[in-house]
């Protein structure tokens, strides 16, 4: 008997992808597949990271490698079981993907090809290898992040999006990942590209669900490269089950004079851990960060962040925000990197976070590496209780404990929220965000 | 309506209110003067229900129900209301975000329908002209940035609203100069009626020129230790507090 967990899962992963190569025949020559491989060799080497491994201190992913996950299972979704989800509609390119499937029949593109091209990963591979050549893989950093090692050897399908210099593309694009953990355990490895041209505008959000009690494993990489002068808008909700394992990494490139937005807002999940990586290979960037996570119960909800400012005069601003109930554990990790080149640089950091209960727990780790001199930096972490005077002010004007907590919670998250501009989204949030902090 | 007696608070080990006796009827108005450091806040903050006082002895009956029975929304809801000496500031909450909560709490607790968007705004509207104060001010976060004055204004206006059967003061005039000081009297004199009553805590006897009191109190180590009527109020402002000191020590 094999009495380390920790291979069990590994070893099925090695041996499948050697049986997929064995059905590959001519396929398995590609350049595709050499990065594949490659990436497969460096997943063997590193192996799971342990809590040993400074970057996964506090997020222990031994109960994610104990579990048997089916990967890419099929499901005979409807879009009467979306339903359950009480997704509102939201105008736009909209992508669904189950367990990791492409799901055609769900999803719509309505921005003209003029405007930008949506194609599947799959498509792609077939359609454009050249241009996966010249960008696939070569942002997210497989040699020393196991699982992104393990997405860039395994993932099957994802998004690719091409915005063509010039152009404000107006609708907002929506991807719809769903674990149907219905039947059983299911894990997938979506993988995504959006390569947005000089000048180009585009807003983009990732949204991952679950439906169903068993558990399920999502390790998403999504690597987006941002031309001169352009502009984008990211947003990544998560709103999964108790028994959900998310793994993500997003991974950006700035050049010149390019804008990125992002927040990452976390409502549910079980277990999560999301990697925000900019580069900022530019000079008059800017790159601004929200992040928000409401963790209760048992779950767990990590933030890794990392600016690598590379060239001068760039600009960096990060706001995350928590607040932590129950036996709940949050972790926030934020790296800024000024390189000896990156002179002007002004980076700005800050956490802050309630917590509520006796038995969760907040680990925050600023750190600042900089090795130019004229630079501007600053960070700041918070960790405390509601404000116990705002709370009676409200309750002594006859707000009941219970809402005038909600209120102050609400309050709290209130300035993240408002950076998600896509209208119907952020209603949706909000929606979801109150009726949790009410209960 | 209130009656306080032999009431006594603390923080810690530390003793603040040394046994109060206070009877407020309907329709009066009451000053409590008193040196900084007496108990005043502590009083009005214990009477409002902040948790952070051990009530050690006494008891406070207020329109005949045991006030320290009830949580701070409930007394609310009752009927009293505290303008705070310090009012918090709540980053992300504004005033009429909040208002029209508590308005609708305290109506769900006395049996009323709540007010609809229209009814609410109409109301704000005829408060704000009151008070003086400015539709932007309430839309933004409460206190955040607020001046002395603006800060006092606002509590007047939320008690305006909500119409409160026990109004206290809690040195609502300090730092204000003689118009902002107008305003807020104003406020408290449109509500009086002979249903309601007011506690006016204050240092300085030129607020009551215009909130006329019917009983004067001083207020010293945690205890009343003279009661009259408003002259009290002139002989205080003349001859300052240390002639009560002495008086108190020589017992
Ligand atoms: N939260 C507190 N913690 C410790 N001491 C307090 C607290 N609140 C009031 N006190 C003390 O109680 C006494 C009375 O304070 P307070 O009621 O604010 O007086 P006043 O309003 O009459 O100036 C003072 O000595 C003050 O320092
Ligand atoms: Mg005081």
């Known amino acids: ?439 | 309506m209130l009656t306080i007696s032999n009431l006594q608070a603390s923080i810690g080990s530390k003793e603040i209110l040394k046994g109060i006796n206070l009877e407020v009827k309907a329709g009066e108005v009451h000053a409590i003067m008193g040196p900084n450091g007496s108990g005043k806040s502590t009083l009005a903050s214990v009477l409002a229900g902040r948790e952070d006082y051990d009530v050690t002895d006494g008891s406070v009956l207020f329109e005949g129900k045991d006030l320290l029975d009830l949580a701070p929304e409930e007394r609310a809801a009752e009927g009293i209301f505290l303008a705070f000496q310090y009012p918090v500031e709540i980053p992300g909450v504004s005033t009429t975000n909040f208002l029209k909560t508590a308005m609708n709490e305290i109506r769900k607790y006395r049996g009323l329908e709540p007010l609809d968007a229209v009814q609410f705004l109409k109301l704000m509207k005829e408060k704000m002209k009151l008070v003086n104060i400015d539709q932007s001010l309430l839309s933004r976060s409460l206190n955040e940035g607020f001046s002395g004055g603006e800060k006092k204004r606002n509590e007047i206006f939320q008690m305006a609203m909500l119409e409160p059967k026990l109004a206290i003061l809690d040195e609502t005039d300090s730092g204000l100069d003689i118009d902002a000081l107008r305003i807020v009297a104003e406020g408290v004199n449109q509500l009086r009626s002979p249903e309601r009553s007011t506690i006016v805590v204050t240092h300085y006897q030129r607020l009551l020129d215009y909130i006329v009191p019917d009983y004067v109190h001083v207020l010293y180590k945690g205890r009343i230790v003279k009661s009259g009527p408003k002259e009290l109020a002139f002989e205080l402002e003349e001859k300052g507090y240390d002639w009560i000191k002495a008086e108190v020590e020589t017992v």
């Not at chain 1, 367990?99 to 498509?123: D, R």
Request: proline fraction near 3%; charge should be negative.
């Open chain 1, 1 to 439: 008997m094999n009495n380390q967990p920790n291979n069990d899962l590994k070893s099925k992963l090695l041996a499948d992808f050697r049986t997929s190569e064995e059905r590959m025949n001519g396929a398995s020559k590609s350049a595709l597949h050499q990065i594949r491989r490659e990436a497969l060799n460096q997943f063997d080497r590193l192996g799971f990271p342990t809590v040993k491994h400074e970057e996964w201190k506090y997020t222990n992913v031994n109960s994610l490698i104990k579990e048997v996950f089916e990967f890419n299972a099929s499901s005979d979704i409807t879009v009467d079981d979306l339903a359950q989800l009480e997704s509102s509609r939201l105008e736009g390119n909209v992508l669904y993907f189950v367990n990791g499937q492409y799901q055609p029949q769900l999803s719509k593109i309505v921005s003209p090809a003029s405007q930008l091209t949506i194609t599947t990963l799959a498509e792609a591979v077939k359609t454009t290898p050249d241009l996966l050549t010249q960008y696939f893989a070569k942002y997210a950093d497989y040699q020393d992040n196991a699982f992104t090692a393990l997405n860039t050897a395994f993932a099957q399908d994802g998004v690719v999006i091409n915005v063509p210099a010039n152009v404000a593309v107006e609708a907002p694009t929506i991807l719809r990942f769903i674990s149907d953990a219905r039947q059983l355990n299911v894990a997938s490895q979506p993988r995504n590209l959006f390569i947005v041209g000089e000048k180009a505008e585009i807003k983009i959000a990732e949204s991952f669900r679950t439906l169903g009690d068993q558990a399920s494993f999502t390790n998403v990489v999504t690597e987006i490269v941002v031309a001169e002068d352009a502009q984008v808008e990211y947003y990544k909700i998560q709103n999964e089950s108790d028994m959900a394992y998310h793994i993500g990494t997003t991974q950006v490139h700035q050049k010149d004079r390019s804008h990125f937005y992002s927040a990452t807002v976390t409502l549910d999940g079980g277990f999560i851990r999301n990697n925000l990586n900019i580069a900022l290979d530019g000079s008059e960037c800017e790159a601004h960060m929200y992040g928000l996570y409401f963790p209760n119960g048992r779950q767990h909800i990590d933030n890794h962040t990392l600016v690598d400012h590379r060239k001068p005069n760039s600009h960096s601003n990060e706001l995350y925000k928590g607040i932590l109930e129950d036996r709940s554990t949050g972790v926030f990790n934020g790296k800024i990197f000024v390189r000896q080149d990156a002179q002007k640089t002004n980076a700005y950091q800050s956490c802050k976070n309630v917590v509520l209960s006796n038995d969760a727990t907040m680990n925050t780790k600023p750190q600042l590496e900089i090795f130019a001199d004229d630079v501007k930096c600053s960070h700041g972490t918070t960790t405390g209780k509601l404000n116990e005077e705002a709370l009676f002010y409200l309750r002594s004007r006859g707000i009941p404990k219970e809402e005038a907590q909600s209120l102050l919670m609400y309050a709290f998250a209130e300035d993240v929220i408002q950076k998600i501009k896509i209208d119907a989204l952020r209603e949706q949030i909000e929606r979801r965000i109150q009726a949790k902090l009410a209960r």
